[in-house]
């Protein structure tokens, strides 16, 4: 039986590796697979990372939330699902909370986040 949980912890790490890290505050893009009838195409969601859960889990996920035609859209999606294709950090955000839902009470330059600067060694 644990060497059962050992493979499935295995590959859990080798999927998630493929991810760069990431945290809430974040502004990622998550290329997402979608079927339609009998064809798959990939749809970018590009947002901010509000927060994730259950860390280091086979049941890991992350909500992601942008502004589409002043209408806020929020994701919810799970690091290991199949449909994902492909995470990009596109830029890191300065942030003191690992859930960020204030943000849903403001608009505009009130939900803007400041951008982590990284030394570079």
Request: aromatic content about 6%; cysteine-free.
């Amino acid at each position: 039986m644990s060497e059962l949980i050992k493979l499935v912890e295995a590959t859990i790490e080798n999927r998630t590796s493929e991810y760069p890290v990431f945290k809430a505050g974040d502004t990622i893009n998550v290329h997402v697979k979608i079927r339609e009838g009998n064809k798959e195409r990939i749809q970018q969601f590009q947002g901010t990372v509000m927060q994730r859960r259950n860390l280091s889990s086979s049941g890991e996920t992350f909500t992601v939330r942008k502004i589409s035609n002043g209408i806020a859209v929020e994701r919810v999606f799970p690091i290991l699902s199949p449909s994902i294709a492909k995470i990009e950090l596109i830029r890191r955000g300065k942030v003191r909370r690992a859930r960020l839902f204030f943000l849903r009470g403001r608009q505009g330059k009130a939900a803007r986040i400041k951008e982590l600067k990284v030394a570079k060694a």
